[in-house]
Nanobody, 127 residues
Framework: QLQASGGGLVQAGGSLRLSCGAS????????LGWFRRAPGTERVFVAA????????FYANSVKGRFTISRDNAKNTLYLQMNSLKPEGTAVYYC??????????????????????WGRGTQVTVSS
């Protein structure tokens, strides 16, 4: 089961690092991603990473500010968030998806491309 952690309250311009742990699972055939959902909105793609190769995917809105990574030995996914903006206030979720051609061709950015979701962690960015 995936479990996100590391959220909190931070001022605009600050940084946070989110973690997503998964015990009892292997992700050799998977990519893991981060999504966020602000109040009253749908889940929006943030970033994803192919577990074995480390190939990354980013939403344009976070490129250059956020970095997704993973620690294979610890079976943990990370999201380093720098230069946070108030519009980054949301619940952040990690999720797993089979790494297929459809995934690479676009499903990486859609919640429909993921079949296993963890509980989210709240990130609040104050202005």
């Amino acid at each position: 089961q995936l479990q996100a952690s590391g959220g909190g309250l931070v001022q605009a311009g600050g940084s946070l690092r989110l973690s997503c742990g998964a015990s009892g699972r292997t992700f050799d055939r998977y990519a893991l991603g981060w999504f966020r959902r602000a109040p009253g909105t749908e889940r929006v793609f943030v970033a994803a990473i192919k577990w074995t190769t480390g190939r990354t995917f980013y939403a344009n809105s976070v490129k250059g500010r956020f970095t997704i990574s993973r620690d294979n030995a610890k079976n943990t996914l990370y999201l380093q968030m720098n230069s946070l903006k108030p519009e980054g206030t949301a619940v952040y979720y990690c999720a797993a998806a089979l790494y297929t051609s459809d995934y690479i061709n676009g499903y990486y950015s859609s919640p429909l491309g993921y079949d296993d979701w963890g509980r989210g962690t709240q990130v609040t960015v104050s202005s």
